[in-house]
């Protein structure tokens, strides 16, 4: 790695281990890849990422680096079989018929549930008898207006609607639940179409996800157990006066990396982001830390943005982040589910009726 | 016949003891856990719904021979102090043998067996502590079980349950370790000396790390093998993983390893039977080569008895097959292994014809 810019302590380096860790780190990278960064190797990204940093800060952006939680696609998929298998114990079935069982739904709809399906061998993802096509809770409450409204019989949507219902479990999926914001308003979104339509049946909710942080776990508040392959709590959470970091041997240093991700946080360019103006807004503090002051460093197949910006963030001629992610979402626009499902909950007497529900 | 091994709840033991005679084998050492179990089982053990007398504890008690033993034999004794009360009140037998000098595995074998003699043609558990007992006197254990399986009379008879204590953590390594060579369990020979066409190796890398790199430089001797690791990710602490990939960094910097993630002992176990059916499907393809099918169980103990017998499985349901179990003979340049008590787990071993 290069360093002819960087200042180098030969006794930071050791007490944090800096090359050792970043030194996996690149052999994780070598052999699953981060795709957003479109082949280019990891020391010329960090080098590149460290070129435009205050030399003071340079070392703690080292130390950041070094302690990145990197989570490659293929691990995270082989978390599915581990999930369903947990789920299918705690009911008292089998996969199969979890699968048989259960409406899927996926909270960032991404192709979660595809992988899912493959990584448990299941058969049949396309057959339109068995999984209702509905997989969103957006797209589901959408099928209702639509079929609510409608003048005709409708009956593939018919058919997809009571099969989405029908089953007694909806498996909610996601990916990462870091904050648990998404995931909050997506499962009660859920279970106010489960209210409305309580005559179609009463599926019970089973939030599942690849990784849950103790911060999402808070913000949940418990209502329904969620089933996880990973859990990461405080000592992986930069967070100022973190006595249980386990990232660093020093304070100072844990200071350090605080004090670099406020100068990334100040910086003009940073604030008046456009694809970031919504999420700061969303995030209630100045996202020095990440979304809702997240302070990981988890690095996923697509950097979340709960993990801290000096990673992630990437704007030419200010600073490009070592794992740069492609934006999902960037207005963070409230309202657009939460009309939907309005519009989907109004229309239920109609939607009832048309199925047959008297009264 | 067909083994099978799967996880089941400490709490559903206690029941299945209550339904039949159980005989607990456990082998009590210097560390805090190996009597963790034989507490929170004669706790939980009920006079008035589990009749003492129908449970009997095989104890079997190794004895080393050099400079260090005697004060490892006064932590034992020690440990032991905690149980002896409640012990009182049930039969307990206790068998001493030599470990690791002079170890006979016939004379674990043939004390195993004798478990039929305290309820002779009456069904009963055997319940089997592992957390402490050497790897190599586990696989005697396994073998006697073998044989009760082998016949039809005594597989009816037995209701074999495994149980296992982690330590509260392990002691910190205070010197560069110095290993020996890789040897089969199965042959007590050198895996060198396995002949085979080809070779496909199944390692669980362990927390230190060294065994992983020994075992793949040994195997890359061969002309023709495969190597697949299975790491394990721990969903509650991803610390102690990352410590395990690092230690085994060399593995998994390996283009040529195949890396397979399990995230509990039951994934691991769905894990590694998938594959050595595929492997042993594979080889049965080219009737023409021989091959040999490697398991190294250096992580969890509970791999180690499922290697057993899924390759016991293999061997009779697959020709042409060769099956071994590797482990590495190192010295111990730890005072003591473990410290502390953490989690305990059961585990089911079920016969089908």
Request: with cysteine; aromatic share 10%; net charge negative.
């Amino acid at each position: 790695m290069s360093s002819g810019f960087v200042e180098l302590e030969p006794g930071f380096i050791d007490t944090e281990d800096i090359v050792a860790k970043l030194h996996f780190l690149e052999h994780m990278e070598q052999r699953w890849p981060y795709n957003p960064a479109k082949g280019v190797p990891l020391t010329e990204r960090v080098t590149r990422s460290l070129a435009r940093l205050p030399r003071e800060l340079q070392k703690y952006a080292l130390a950041v680096f070094a302690n990145v939680v990197y989570l490659p696609d293929m691990l995270l998929k082989e978390s599915w079989s581990y999930l369903a298998e947990t789920i299918a114990q705690k009911i008292g079935i089998s996969i199969y018929d979890l699968f048989q069982k259960s409406h899927l739904l996926e909270v960032d709809p991404s192709g979660l549930i595809s992988d899912l399906l493959h990584e448990n061998n299941i058969h049949g993802r396309l057959d339109t008898d068995r999984f209702s096509r509905l997989q969103s809770i957006e797209g589901l409450a959408e099928g209702l207006q639509v079929f609510g409204h409608s003048d005709k019989p409708e009956e593939n949507l018919a058919r997809e609607i009571q099969l989405a219902f029908n089953k007694p479990y909806w498996l909610v999926i996601s990916d990462n639940i870091l904050s648990g914001t998404s995931l909050k308003s997506y499962l009660n979104r859920c279970r106010r179409l489960i209210c409305a339509y309580e005559h179609l049946g009463k599926p019970k909710l089973i939030p599942i996800g690849q990784v849950i942080t103790s911060a999402a776990e808070d913000n949940l508040g418990g209502e329904e157990e969620i089933s996880f392959a990973l859990r990461f709590d405080e000592r992986f959470r930069v967070r100022l006066d973190n006595e249980e970091c386990a990232f660093f041997s020093k304070k100072e240093t844990l200071n350090g990396v605080i004090r670099l991700s406020e100068w990334l946080a100040k910086q003009e360019g940073f604030v008046k982001d456009e694809r970031l103006v919504q999420t700061i807004a969303m995030s209630g503090d100045n996202m020095a830390l990440g979304f809702k002051g997240g302070g990981w460093t988890i690095v996923t197949p697509n950097c979340p943005t709960n993990s801290l910006p000096i990673l992630w963030y990437e704007q030419k001629g200010l600073y490009e982040g070592p794992f740069p992610r492609i934006m999902s979402r960037l207005s963070q626009a409230k309202g657009g589910g939460e009309g939907m499902t309005e519009g989907a909950i109004a229309v239920a007497p109609r939607v009832l009726r048309k199925l047959g529900y008297k009264g | 016949m067909r083994t099978l091994f799967d996880t089941i709840e400490l709490e559903n033991i206690i029941d299945l003891c209550k339904k039949r005679p159980t005989v607990l084998v456990a082998t009590p050492n210097y560390e805090e856990r190996s009597v963790g179990f034989l507490q929170w089982f004669l706790k939980e053990c009920d006079p008035s719904t589990i009749d003492p007398t129908r449970i009997i504890i095989h104890l079997l008690w190794p004895k080393g021979t050099s400079a260090r033993v005697d004060l490892l034999e006064q932590l034992k004794a020690l440990h032991f102090e905690k149980i002896t009360e409640p012990l009182k009140q049930y039969t307990v037998d206790r068998t001493v043998f030599s470990y690791p000098n002079d170890f006979n595995d016939r004379e674990i074998i043939d004390h195993v067996l004798r478990t039929l003699e305290y309820f002779p043609g009456e069904p009963y558990n055997l319940l089997i502590d592992i957390s402490c007992m050497p790897r190599l006197v586990l696989v005697s254990v396994c073998h006697a079980i073998r044989q009760f399986f082998l016949s039809k009379e005594t597989r009816q008879q037995i209701s074999v349950y495994f149980v296992y204590a982690s330590p509260g953590r392990y002691a910190a390594l205070r010197y560069a370790q110095n290993v020996g060579g890789i040897k089969g369990y199965f042959s007590g020979r050198p895996i060198h000396d396995c002949r085979s066409d080809h070779l496909s190796a199944i390692v669980f890398p362990s927390l230190q790390g060294y065994e992983g790199k020994l075992l793949y430089d040994e195997v890359r001797t061969r002309i023709s093998s495969s190597v697949t690791a299975f790491v394990a990710v721990n969903c509650n602490d991803y610390l102690t993983s990352l410590a395990t990939m690092r230690a085994n960094q060399f593995l998994l910097e390996q283009r040529d390893v195949n890396i397979s993630y399990y995230f509990s002992i039951k994934d691991g176990l769905d894990k590694l039977a998938y594959l050595l059916e595929n492997e042993a499907s594979r080889a049965a393809e080219r009737i023409a080569h021989s091959k040999l099918i490697l398991v190294a169980p250096f992580g969890p103990k509970v791999f180690t008895i499922a290697a057993c017998f899924m390759l016991w499985n293999l061997k009779d349901n697959f020709e042409g097959i060769d099956t071994e179990i590797a482990h590495v003979s190192g010295f111990q340049y730890l005072s003591l292994y473990s410290l502390g008590l953490g989690n305990m787990s059961g585990y089911k071993l079920t016969c089908e014809d």
